[in-house]
C-alpha cells in the first residue's frame, strides 16, 4: 500500500469556530484500520498542523485523539477574531480545505 490521502481515510473532515478565537477541526472515521493508520501514522502533529495552516511554532494548536469515536479534533488560534473586518471565514466552515490532500504513509513497515 502506497500513502493515501486524509479525504480517501476520512468519512468526514470538517471545521468550525470553537468560540470567537479558535478553529476547530474534526476528523471522523468510519472503520478502525483507517483511523489507526491515521493515527500512529504521526502525520497530524501540532507542529505539522501548525506548518499545514502557516501559524507561528508554539501558536497553541492541539491534537486530540479520540479512539472510542474513531476521530480526532485539532484546534488553533484563529488569524483573526469571528466577526473581525479581517475574519475571511466568519463561521470557520472553510479551514478544513487544507486537510484534505494530506498524505497519509502506509503504517506496513515491510511495505
Known amino acids: 500500500m502506497a500513502d493515501t490521502r486524509l479525504i480517501d481515510l476520512a468519512s468526514v473532515i ?20 483507517s483511523y489507526v493508520r491515521v493515527r500512529d501514522s504521526a502525520v497530524l502533529t501540532p507542529t505539522r498542523v501548525g506548518a499545514l495552516y502557516r501559524l507561528d511554532a508554539g501558536a497553541g494548536v492541539e491534537v486530540y485523539f479520540n479512539d472510542p469515536a474513531k476521530a480526532l479534533k485539532v484546534t488553533f488560534p484563529s488569524r483573526a477574531p469571528s466577526g473581525h473586518f479581517a475574519c475571511t471565514d466568519v463561521y470557520g466552515a472553510q479551514q478544513y480545505i487544507p486537510l484534505l490532500a494530506l498524505e497519509i504513509p502506509d503504517g506496513d513497515p515491510d511495505g
Open 14 to 33: 470538517r471545521s468550525k469556530n470553537a468560540g470567537p478565537f479558535l478553529v476547530t477541526l474534526d476528523v471522523i472515521f468510519d472503520d478502525w484500520d
